[in-house]
């Protein structure tokens, strides 16, 4: 059973990653890590910043609420996702890209709103 609370557990579980399976944990937390960067840069989570560096953290000590916290999942995963395991299809990928400008989109309105 998959820890869903553990941020990096969870995102790995996602791309279809076994939760034991640790060779790849550096990629993915560099990748977590900078999708974090850029929701700060957009001003949504903590003012300063946030990262993780295990699988010990949670989606809760992000701190933001749930609604907004569903999305920020989302982002995390699909910027992830597009580094680590793109789709060799161009418009896959484009898909991908847009879905990201959108929840950026959605998330910057969320957090302008609160």
Avoid: C
């Avoid at 790995?12 to 850029?38: H, P, Q, W």
């Avoid at 990262?51 to 989302?74: C, E, F, N, Q, R």
């Avoid at 400008?101 to 309105?109: A, G, I, N, P």
């Amino acid at each position: 059973v998959y820890n869903v609370e553990s941020i990096l557990t969870s995102i790995k579980k996602l791309v279809g990653i076994a939760e034991d399976y640790t060779v790849f944990d550096t990629d993915f937390i560099i990748y977590i890590n900078s999708a974090f960067a850029t929701l700060n840069q957009l001003g949504i989570g903590p003012v300063e910043g946030f990262s993780i560096v295990d699988a010990s953290s949670k989606w809760s000590d992000y701190g933001v609420a749930t609604p907004m916290l569903d999305h920020v999942k989302s982002y995390v995963y699909l910027k992830v996702k597009t580094i680590f395991d793109p789709p060799t299809s161009p418009t896959v990928l484009d898909a991908y890209n847009r879905m990201i400008q959108e929840t950026e989109w959605r998330l910057k309105v969320a957090s302008e709103t609160v």
